[in-house]
């Protein structure tokens, strides 16, 4: 601990509303030089204002902010970068189609570029070096002339780093960025934090896994509902005292579930091969049979194959070859509206992609499977009423933080707008539920909420398929579990006798086994 | 907001040019509202601007850029034109009838733009912009000397007058306020409703907001965009039926449709992409060339002002971002509000 210095940075009386919702209230909260202090807080309990606010995207109603003892205004995010502080965001802010250097030089006064905006050949040869070299100071390895959309998303996080460290950052706001990261790219990402704090620079980290809270944190602090409630360190504290400390009662960490009662063979998947765009096969031969009131759960590290293979199951992607057949139908080439209309509800992997219109009202996103349909529409013309009451409805049951029903859902906290979509996707009548990462950037209260609804959905015999990079949800959801490996169902396994040892040999390759084919005759 | 800076912007231009502003805005109000036939111009002149401005509207909501209004707006009038002056049906089913043609010629047309786009990729800026050349070029022959459509011995490039029996009804007999304005606020209506309570108005609106989504939630999304851009140049056509069928001398001569479709793009900017403020926008932009001769003539201000003060309008309704923190005006947040540069990114 460094308390015998001075905080780098000091918040003071912080106050901030929308509208009726006041997402930070009265907010004290010190930073001291070379630390890693996370923030830990509920969905929505205002973690992100906060940073904004601090990053100059709002502005705080009430408080000010210090930064080495010197009060200071910050309209405005240039006005935190030239202050030293910088953010990477919860959602990824790059130019998908710029490279890494392009990216980097965006919006950056040291090369403006000529009367025109053109940039020379010298700026862009310039900041290369610089990347070059940030990346070998911090151990932040990028290729400057890579192109951002072909990044991981790992890669693309350390860009976004850099980014932050070539504007001349000192302190680095760190929002959820492990949310979207494999257990590696994670470790990686703690190695790099480590070598910023002893370079000097100071870190906040946001994150709701408790886990790499103890892993990286100096000093925690804990916010709910807009509010400071407690600070502690991880010496201190346990994973179930942070819980606590979080949502403010007990959260059971591991779901409960009773025996699982397999019935009818729901999903039938028989050879299945994807290529990808780029033409790569990137799901080889895979069969899979999920049955009636059973959680599958698919463990791999990301980018194996899922992500096509859920999408193919959708409809979002035709396959290769092979079948898909939902409920002894033939889906293998059928829209995505088909496939949910024979009963399929789909938790996409990312949400503001897929699973959300964003310039949407919270109340139209809850309907967006649905709006077609009864009771929310006769097939053409859409009753407002309805859709309001199911919006009140499910506001409710699933707790979704919102400041009303209208509220844009781009407006509402990263956790929230997932629980919108659980809400959507899990309250009509379904045989399938596909849920890519279902509980990613979710609190673990709402972790808590979300694993009951789908042991529910499969107690009422909903065959569910689940793909989470989180080994531990795998775990304690799945009655039974897959690995895949570069495209490849390489194990399969009941939950039971599974443990996360013998999973993680499979999931890097190093051990195959040959399928079990149970029960192939349905 | 917009509208209030561009006055101020514009009334330094006036100053410069040596007339009184104050002097210049009054008789701009007088020429567009003073009298009766001054406020029945400016509703004759917002008329077409209403709904092509809603055509505009409606494929901004699904995510496209229909730049060939003024096209539609052509075709729209001469197909009407060809109808008009061949038909002699009763009244009560010639005019429906007219008015379905020119719609369905500016849908056609559109169509084939939507269809350009999603089977084909082709942008929709760059076909509809070609298909306005083609349109003007087509119009100038048919019209042009020796063309199929010329009024016989007529020495300006015009056609035959519709017939009577093609004509829009006056709403108030021996003015030139006819019929078209109830048809267009009937239509802003029908697009609010269809844009925000029904099946294809949330599927438009989805697919202009989040292509993913709109994928992810099964909506076909070719036929989508076929679709709104036929529903958009549907109005346009209309617009340009409506104008020939309701402005004497009833005739389709060059010139005379000019700018409403590039007009209609700027009005519904201004209306935030909602049939309401489209309505509004339009009726601001028809008063301001309603009154733009009396202002000419009362305070000797040269008559482009009329088109900077439009332009200034437009720059700062589009340059949203500048106006808010100018006023310290929080962001929209409800979802019938717009935001331009997304809707013109596609995405
Ligand atoms: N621009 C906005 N307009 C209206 N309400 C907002 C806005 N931004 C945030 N809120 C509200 O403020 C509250 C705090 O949101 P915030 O994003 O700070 O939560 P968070 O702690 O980061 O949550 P998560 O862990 O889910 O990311 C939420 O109730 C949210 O709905
Ligand atoms: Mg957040």
């Known amino acids: 601990m460094k308390n015998n210095k001075d905080p780098i940075l000091s918040l003071h009386n912080i106050t901030k509303s929308f509208g009726s919702v006041v997402a930070n209230d009265s907010i004290y909260f010190d930073l001291y030089p070379q630390e890693i202090q996370v923030l830990l807080g509920e969905n929505g309990a205002g973690k992100s204002t906060l940073m904004k606010i601090l990053y100059g995207m709002y502005q705080a109603d009430q408080g000010e902010i210090l930064i080495n003892q010197q009060k200071v205004v910050i309209q405005d995010p240039n006005d935190a970068l030239r202050l030293g502080i910088g953010m990477v965001h919860q959602h990824f802010m790059l130019v998908p189609v710029m490279t890494v250097t392009e990216n980097l030089m965006l919006g950056d006064e040291k090369t403006k570029g000529n009367a025109f905006g053109k940039l020379s050949k010298l700026d862009r040869e310039t900041v290369r070096q610089e990347i070059i070299a940030l990346g070998n100071k911090y151990g932040l390895q990028v290729n400057p002339d890579a192109v951002v959309e072909d990044l991981s998303v790992g890669e693309a996080q350390r860009v976004e780093i850099l980014k932050v460290l070539y504007k001349g950052a000192d302190i680095l706001i760190l929002d959820e960025p492990t949310a979207v990261l494999t257990p590696q790219e994670t470790s990686e990402l703690f190695e790099i934090m480590r070598s910023l704090i002893k370079q000097g620079k100071s870190i906040i980290f946001i994150t709701h896994k408790l886990k790499e809270v103890l892993a990286v944190a100096d000093r925690i602090a804990v916010l709910r509902n807009g509010k400071v409630v407690g600070h502690t ?45 780029s033409e790569v096969m990137v799901v080889k031969n895979f069969s899979l049979q999920l049955r009636a009131g059973e959680i599958y759960g698919i463990a791999g590290v990301q980018g194996n194959g899922q992500s096509e293979l859920i999408e193919a199951i959708t409809g979002l992607m035709q396959p290769h070859s092979g079948h898909i057949i ?57 009753y407002p009423e309805k859709v309001e009451e199911n919006a009140d409805e499910k506001i409710d049951e699933f707790d979704i933080r919102t400041p009303s029903r209208d509220a844009l859902v781009s407006n509402l906290s990263g956790g929230n707008q997932q629980k919108v979509i659980i809400a959507r996707e899990l309250s009509r009548p379904i045989n399938l539920l596909i849920i890519n990462q279902p509980t990613r950037g979710l609190d673990v209260g709402s972790i808590e909420y979300i694993h009951k609804r789908i042991i529910e959905a499969r107690d009422k ?62 | 907001m917009a509208i209030f800076t561009a006055l ?56 496209l850029f229909n730049i060939g209004v003024e096209g539609q707006l052509f075709i729209g009038s001469i197909v009407a034109v060809l109808v008009g002056t061949n038909f002699d049906l009763p009244k009560i089913i010639n005019v429906p009838l007219v008015m379905l043609a020119g719609a369905l010629a500016g849908a056609l047309l559109a169509a084939f733009s939507g269809y350009l786009k999603a089977w084909h990729g082709a942008h929709e800026v760059i076909t509809t912009i070609m298909m306005n050349y083609i349109v003007l070029r087509i119009i100038t022959w048919a019209i042009g000397a020796n063309g199929p459509l010329r009024k016989p011995l007529s020495i300006v490039p015009e056609t035959r007058s519709l017939f009577e029996s093609a004509r829009l009804p006056l709403l108030i007999s021996d003015t030139r306020l006819h019929m078209g304005i109830v048809i267009a606020l009937a239509l802003a209506a029908g697009v609010y409703f269809l844009l925000f309570r029904t099946v294809l108005g949330v599927e438009i609106r989805i697919v202009g907001k989040n292509l993913h989504a709109a994928k992810y939630v099964g ?88 088109t900077l003060l439009q332009g200034l309008i437009l720059m700062f309704v589009a340059a949203n971002q500048i106006i808010r923190s100018l006023y310290h005006l929080p962001a929209p947040s409800k979802e019938d509000s717009v935001n331009l540069t997304q809707s013109w990114g596609g995405e």
Do not use: C
């Not at chain 1, 991880?234 to 007990?250: Q, Y």
């Not at chain 1, 088909?338 to 699973?355: F, M, N, S, W, Y």
């Not at chain 2, 700018?259 to 301001?288: C, E, K, T």
């Open chain 1, 326 to 382: 939902i409920l002894n139908k033939d889906v293998t080439h059928s829209s995505p509206r088909q496939i949910t209309l024979v009963g399929t509800a789909h938790v996409p992997e990312d949400r503001q992609k897929h699973g959300l219109v964003l310039g949407f009202s919270v109340a139209t996103n809850l309907v967006l499977q649905t709006y077609y349909l009864p009771p929310f529409s006769n097939g053409w013309v859409i």
């Open chain 1, 233 to 277: 360190t991880p010496a201190e504290s346990s994973i179930e005292e942070l819980a606590l400390l979080m949502v403010g009662r007990e959260v059971l960490l591991t779901a409960t579930k009773g025996q699982s009662h397999p019935g009818k063979v729901v999903l039938n998947i028989k050879d299945l091969s994807i290529k990808s765009k």
């Open chain 2, 8 to 63: 101020l912007v514009s009334s330094i231009a006036i100053l410069l040019s040596g007339a009184s502003p104050i002097k210049a805005f009054s008789a701009l109000a007088v020429g567009a509202f003073g009298t009766r036939d001054n406020l029945i111009e400016t509703v004759v002149k917002a008329t077409p601007l209403i709904i092509a401005g809603l055509g505009v509207a409606l494929a901004f909501r699904g995510g």
């Open chain 2, 219 to 306: 909506i076909n999304v070719k036929r989508n965009i076929v679709l709104t851009m036929a529903l958009s140049g549907g109005l346009a056509g209309l617009a340009g039926a409506i104008q020939v069928m309701g402005i004497p001398p009833y005739n389709f001569t060059t010139g005379f449709n000019v700018g409403y479709g590039f007009d209609s793009l700027a009005v519904a900017v201004l209306g935030s992409i909602h049939p309401v403020g489209v309505v509004f926008s339009a009726l601001l932009f028809g008063a301001m060339d309603a009154g733009a001769r009396l202002m000419q003539l009362r305070a000797k201000v040269p008559i482009d002002i009329i």
């Open chain 1, 461 to 522: 015999g909903v065959a569910v398929l689940l793909v989470s990079a989180e080994l531990d949800e795998i775990l304690s959801l799945s009655d039974r579990i897959g690995v895949m490996y570069a495209g490849e169902l390489v194990a399969e396994m009941d939950a039971k006798g599974a443990n996360r040892e013998q999973l993680g040999l499979y999931m890097t390759g190093s051990k195959k086994e040959k399928m079990l084919k149970e029960n192939i005759n349905q």
